[in-house]
């Protein structure tokens, strides 16, 4: 026999209870209490939470302390963690962030961005490289619902009611605060649209177009429901509309569990593949039964089973020893002040299809008896579990009538309820991620309150330049100006795209450094300048004190005396003159950056270099076999884009990124010299983002702890073992056990995805950056695209018709 439930006709075919509409308790909203009316006479409330990311003891206290509320009998409290395809508000945020902002491109790129993360809310994120295909799930959005229903004694709540309720619903809040949830009440709109994405998973559904508000002249009942849903149902099946629905129950839970192990039901956190990869919620229905007549029933259990545990029954039971440990247990806890509740768990997973929704069933009992908890499929029960397991759709009838709660005590409910999650990023969608299961996360350097600054470090091959490209497209998109110093020629194709500025430096270029006609305020800027001019005499920074201090005073006179005029000839030439020998000797060791000298053409002359364009590249790669000039180059660069971020429009984002030049400054005049730099750029809001290969870079020298410190954020990709031991032992890097465990795991798959283990002010986690093709080939360095990019680009085309064409050579279309 097969049930059709139906919310398009009202001509009364069926009867009134078998609308769909039927089939949800709520009726009316409050707006000005936050209460919800519904029809099992009862009033709720409901909040829609952040999950944790981590848990302690304090925090499971806070959690115990929620459930030993004093909340009326029968009272049900609901959590509902839910892998919900509606990403619409956090999307439309990063399409805010751009407003202010139009570029013939960039808008684009990022509105393509948008358009490929909410594709993949809907059908698998599946990709290839040469080695084959890879399923990286659904994106997703990890939504925690707490509802409470309080029960009322009539249809109708009196005033004392509705007073009593709120209070109490102020106390949840408060608690739920306390806890780190970050709750927000649900006003009606907020129910609408949450209940809608749950039950209309069809391509054209109201909410998925913004349709889902709430109507104050029909009951909330009446729309959740979309005129096409139907629900159908069978022995073999549930379904809402087209879309597949399993339901399960948890028949036996663990014996034991710790407070954050339910962190496990939002996937494997380690990237390994037992997740699973669909929609689904894990609801816990928390009971308050009439206390005396529960603790009566339970004093009578236990009487009966402490005897027979004490007698021959226990030969023939060895169970009853089990049973009456659990009892001891719960009046221990019970004396300690804990509350009897009545707990049911369940799983409802959404697919599109029967195999994928009975092979995501399978995936997930296998999964959860890793945790020890024996889930089996609700096949005849499966539409009053799945009803009961809607946002502030339980019924206190079905405690008794499902037989899918089980007794215990609230602390014992405290570690078990679904509020843990995965980190979902930053805050800010400058960038957009997702997790190893699907969390779509967000990236930014802006989310912190002290600096803005980031170091990368990243093993050969793990994906830092693409990494960089996306990260510093997406800032340009919001109207940023970007600065690269690199070597290496990895952002070529990103500056050609975006029509930068691309400068080499090498014997044919026509490019001249000098520091002196940019300075701003002498006084504030000497240090910098004297650790530059050191750089130049000397590679290793082996002037002694007496010569730094003799070399500050020469340049302070010589600036009273030519002011911007200054060149590196008048400092020479006066340290060659003075009476000490080692004075004049760092008038030698200056030669080479003279006018006379091999390098002086870069130094010695009127300053020819203008930042204006938004997209600047400075290609040292030509400058390899001369480290002494590549180290000066590289200071005088970072000196003069600073200048750039303080004359420069003050509410523009500036981004230094300095790759490949890690060697360049770990020796030498470097340290005070970055120092003031990043002084500098956070006091006028620039940020400076340096890349390495290691972690133990950034601690073996002054200049790498001083770019540490300096830096509120930090992205690791792929390290080794060996390293990630290493800043452990050492303890380099403030992690948990947990935290050095999660970036042991952190790996990249060339062509598929890269990851990268994000340490902010705001959290940590480990995102997977996916793009389309086109974005895949602009970004990449493998020699074989580059090579496919160049044979166009030698017939004439530009880079974005060249990398149009391999796409469309290799099949690729969707750009």
């Known amino acids: 026999m097969e049930v059709i439930v139906n919310r398009g006709l009202k001509d009364r075919l069926y009867p009134k209870e078998m609308e769909a509409s039927g089939l949800v308790p709520v009726l009316a909203y409050d707006p000005d209490k936050g209460i919800y009316l519904n029809d099992d006479q009862t009033l709720g409330c409901a909040f829609l939470c952040e999950p944790l990311t981590y848990g302690d003891e304090k925090i499971q206290d806070r959690v115990t302390e929620l459930f030993n509320q004093l909340f009326p009998e029968e009272t049900t409290l609901q959590f509902i963690l839910f892998r ?52 990286n799930g659904l994106i997703q959005d990890l939504k925690l619902i707490v509802t ?86 069978d022995k073999h099946s549930l ?15 663990p014996p034991a569990f ?23 919620m894990i609801v816990a229905n928390v009971f308050y039964p009439p206390s005396q007549k529960t603790k009566d029933r339970l004093e009578t259990k236990r009487k009966i089973t402490v005897n027979q545990a004490y007698g021959p029954m226990l030969k023939m039971v060895p169970v009853l020893a089990e049973k009456k440990g659990d009892f001891d247990v719960m009046y221990g806890a019970l004396g300690d002040g804990a509350s009897i509740v009545q707990v049911s768990y369940s799983a409802v997973i959404f697919a599109p299809t029967r195999e994928r929704v009975q092979s995501a069933a399978t995936s997930m009992a296998s ?78 350097l802006h989310d912190s309150d002290t600096n803005k600054n980031l170091v990368i470090a990243a093993e050969s091959g793990s994906g830092k330049s693409f990494w960089a490209n996306e990260l510093l497209l997406s800032y340009m998109s919001e109207g940023a100006q970007v600065w690269v110093i690199d070597a290496g020629k990895s952002y070529q194709n990103l500056s050609e795209v975006l029509d930068g500025d691309f400068l080499q430096f ?18 504030d800027e ?77 130094f010695a002359f009127d300053n020819n270099v203008r930042f204006s364009n938004p997209f600047t590249v400075l290609e040292l790669d030509e400058l390899q076999g001369r480290k002494h000039l590549r180290q000066v180059v590289l200071l005088q660069l970072i000196y003069q884009i600073q200048q750039e971020v303080f004359l420069g429009e003050p509410n523009r984002k500036k981004i230094c990124f300095i790759d490949e030049a890690w060697d360049l400054l770990k020796e030498g005049e470097v340290a005070t010299f ?33 770019i540490a410190e300096n830096s509120s954020s930090m992205h690791l990709l792929g390290q080794t073992a060996e390293t990630v031991e290493s800043v452990r032992e050492s303890k380099r890097l403030t992690l948990s056990e947990g935290g050095f465990n999660l970036l042991r795991s952190v790996h990249t798959v060339a062509g598929v995805y890269s990851e990268i283990f994000i340490k902010s002010k705001n959290g940590t986690g480990v995102g997977r950056l996916i793009v389309g093709e086109y974005p895949k080939l602009m970004y990449s360095t493998d020699p074989v695209d580059r090579n496919d990019i160049n044979r166009y680009k030698k017939q004439g085309m530009n880079v974005h018709d060249a990398i149009t064409q391999v796409l469309k050579d290799r099949g690729l279309n969707d750009v």
């Open 84 to 135: 919900s395809p509606d990403v619409s508000a956090k999307l439309a945020s990063m399409l805010a962030l751009r407003d202010g902002f139009r570029h013939p491109l960039l808008t684009n790129v990022v509105k393509e961005r948008v358009k490929f993360m909410r594709k993949y809310t809907n059908e698998k994120l599946v990709t290839k490289n040469r080695k084959g295909t890879y399923d």
């Open 148 to 233: 409470v229903k309080f029960p009322i004694t009539n249809p109708q709540p009196t005033k004392a009611e509705l007073e009593k309720v709120y209070n109490l619903k102020e106390k949840v809040d408060s608690s739920l605060r306390a806890i780190g949830l970050q709750p927000r009440e649900m006003d009606a709109n907020m129910l609408i649209r949450t209940m809608s994405t749950m039950l209309n998973w069809g391509p054209n559904a109201s909410w998925r177009d913004g349709g889902a508000n709430w109507e104050h002249d029909k009951t909330i009942a009446d729309q959740v429901f979309d005129f096409g849903t139907e629900i159908r149902l």
């Open 239 to 253: 379904m809402l509309g087209d879309q597949h629905v399993r339901v399960m129950s948890a028949k036996k839970m």
């Open 258 to 280: 710790f407070f954050g192990s339910a962190m496990a039901f939002v996937g494997d956190i380690t990237g390994g593949s037992s997740s699973v990869r669909e929609n689904y």
């Open 367 to 444: 999964y959860w008896k890793e945790s020890r908890f024996t889930l089996l499929e609700d096949k005849f029960i499966s539409l009053p579990v799945f009803l009961n397991s809607l946002p502030m759709c339980t019924d206190r009838k079905a405690v008794k009538h499902l037989k899918r709660y089980k007794t215990m005590t609230s602390k014992q409910a405290a570690v078990l309820v679904p509020i843990f999650g995965e980190w979902k990023g930053t805050g800010t969608f400058h960038a957009a991620l997702m997790s190893r299961n699907g969390q779509l996360m967000s990236a930014s």
């Open 506 to 523: 090498n014997e044919s270029t026509n490019i001249c450094l000098n520091p002196f006609p940019l300075v701003n305020d002498y006084a």
């Open 526 to 602: 000497e240090d910098s300048l004297v650790s530059l001019v050191a750089a130049m005499a000397s590679e290793k920074g082996l002037l002694s004190e007496l010569q730094k201090a003799q070399l500050k005073r020469v340049m302070s006179e010589l600036w009273e005396k030519h002011g911007k005029e200054l060149k590196v000839d008048h400092i020479a030439d006066m340290c060659l003159s003075d009476e000490d020998q080692r004075v004049r000797d760092v008038g030698s060791q200056l030669f080479m950056f003279t006018s006379k000298g091999n390098y002086g053409k870069y």
């Open 674 to 706: 970055i120092e003031h730099a990043y002084r500098k750029f956070r006091k006028y809001g620039g940020s400076v983002i340096i890349a390495t290969q290691s972690i133990n870079d950034l601690y073996e020298n002054t200049v790498g702890r001083a």
